[in-house]
């Protein structure tokens, strides 16, 4: 993903935006269509240099304007253009209407849409809808939406994937499954997490000339990271004096019977991640083996609260959940933990048994997925999918200290009430493992003396961006042992 702003809005707030650049700063609605249009002609030819033979599809509002001005570009290019009308022409309005009443003048004709095939287009570009949409798509909308998707050719999507909920990244119903999406004057939210990863394909930003002043009268509603975009949040290089006393004690609680490998996986990472010192705590049977596995792991067979008990004193940062159960043994070792004082990490059954008996806590990290997130909050997982932020806004507020939300586009949220969407990961780690990678990675940083909050953003970009280099031989089959190399080399970069 091409770096991209930092600062993300909901739908409403762009409108706001827009209308402040037109109102306070000059910038007529027509010359902020015309550079969004070109912009975008731009990018189509950069994308798909051969294309000679594209399809525009338009509904009635500004996103249409945009799509009129990029046909006009195209057509004036020498390349094969037609132009589609999806709803009543009639309804077009001062700038949009003027662009296509402009690009006809040049000989571009505008064709009403009736079901036309799309198959035969190298492009399709999506000026249906925009970011305006309030309710499901339906009707000749649906129609056009699902004909571009049928289509399987490449689709440029101009603002948002039409269907798309700017806000919450649901498709409404349907929504355009776009190969490369250009967005204007702020980034959405909702193209970064739930569906919008999965619709919006690579976004692309351009601010069309705001001034930087108009920017200044809103806050942001989220902010987005990516790890190789921000380097001011990585690990600086040690002293040539370090020792391993300077960079914490992880302890990793968990690997009931059958489930020693999640306890293995999340303290393995943790040591790949910087700590100093890394100790397993699991079930008897699995010390030795776990010792063997990983050496450098300092593995305890622990049955009781009172063999836990020393390990607790010893460690700075504790780590509890993976393959944890939620069995008798599980519930104890939870509650020890519960009363310790040094910062913890939940994950995994962990939160399952929270979510039985909740407590509120300052100095701990939450990272649940959305099925043990709707166990948390007692509601269903398309509860939690349908609004993401408000979710996790709600754990936070339930739960306090940092939530991290797992899934496309990752969620954090700490006491500052700030939410942060990770960009990094792919699809090839939905696989088995891969949680308790992120619970080590994010223990092992917050051992090295990160406030919980850095280490929940940083811990889980790192975790996303060895993802993304460990499936460049391919997403599918990607383990999360294929992680180990790529979490040490990017807890390196400065």
């Known amino acids: 993903m091409q770096a991209l702003p930092t600062n993300l809005y909901r739908g409403s707030q762009v409108k706001i935006l827009e209308r402040t650049a037109i109102e306070q700063h000059n910038m007529p609605g027509a010359t902020l269509m015309a550079h969004a249009g070109k912009s975008a002609y731009q990018l189509l030819k950069q994308c798909w240099p051969e294309a000679r033979n594209i399809a525009v599809m338009c509904g009635v509002g500004n996103n249409a304007g945009d799509g009129y001005v990029l046909a006009r570009a195209a057509h ?9 009308q999806v709803g009543d022409r009639s309804r077009l309005q001062d700038d949009a209407l003027n662009a296509s009443q402009v690009m006809q003048k040049i000989g571009c004709e505008l064709h009403n849409y009736e079901g036309q095939s799309l198959f035969d287009f190298d492009v399709v570009v999506d000026a249906l809808l925009g970011i305006g949409i309030n309710g499901e798509v339906k009707d000749h909308w649906h129609s056009a939406i699902e004909a571009i998707n049928l289509s399987k050719v490449a689709v440029l999507a101009i603002d948002i994937p039409s269907g798309l909920h700017p806000d919450v990244g649901r498709a409404m119903g349907i929504a355009v499954r776009a190969s490369v999406t250009i967005t204007y004057i702020g980034l959405k939210q909702g193209l ?5 990863p999965e619709y919006a394909g690579a976004v692309n930003f351009e601010d069309l000339d705001v001034p930087r002043a108009v920017y200044d009268t809103l806050v942001p509603s989220a902010y987005l990271m990516q790890y190789h975009h921000d380097r001011q949040h990585h690990l600086k290089p040690r002293r040539r004096s370090a020792h391993k006393g300077q960079f914490g004690h992880v302890l990793v609680i ?29 079930r008897a049977r699995h ?15 622990v049955e009781t609260t009172e063999e836990l008990a020393p390990l607790l004193q010893k460690a700075s940062v504790i780590a509890i959940g993976p393959g944890l159960g939620q069995g008798g043994w599980g519930q104890q070792l939870l509650q020890q933990v519960l009363a310790a004082p040094q910062p913890l990490i939940l994950d995994a059954d962990a939160l399952n048994l929270l979510a039985n008996k909740p407590l509120a806590r300052g100095n701990w990290i939450l990272t649940p997925h959305p099925g043990e ?10 509860d939690i999918e349908t609004d993401r932020f408000h979710a996790i806004r709600e754990l936070q507020k339930k739960y306090r200290g940092v939530i991290v939300l797992k899934g496309a586009g990752t969620l954090i949220i700490g006491e500052n009430e700030r939410i942060y969407i990770c960009a990094d990961g792919n699809p090839g780690m939905a696989s088995g493992g891969m949680g308790d990678l992120l619970t080590g990675i994010i223990a092992g940083l917050k051992a090295q003396n990160m406030d919980p909050l850095q280490a929940a953003q940083v811990g889980t970009c790192l975790h996303g961006a060895a993802g993304d280099a460990a499936a460049i031989e391919g997403e599918r089959g990607l383990l999360a042992s294929d992680l180990y190399p790529h979490i040490r080399r990017l807890a390196n970069l400065t």
């Open 76 to 84: 004036e290019a020498g390349l094969q253009v037609s132009v589609f």
């Open 192 to 196: 970064f997490t739930a569906q919008g």
């Open 254 to 282: 968990g690997g009931d019977n059958g489930m020693s490998g999640a306890a293995q996986m999340a303290a393995t990472a943790a040591a790949r991640s910087g700590a100093g010192r890394v100790s397993v705590a699991s």
């Open 287 to 301: 010390a030795v083996l776990l010792g063997n596995q990983q050496p450098e792991l300092m593995c305890h067979g």
């Open 373 to 382: 997130a709707a166990r948390l909050l007692n509601c269903s997982v398309a």
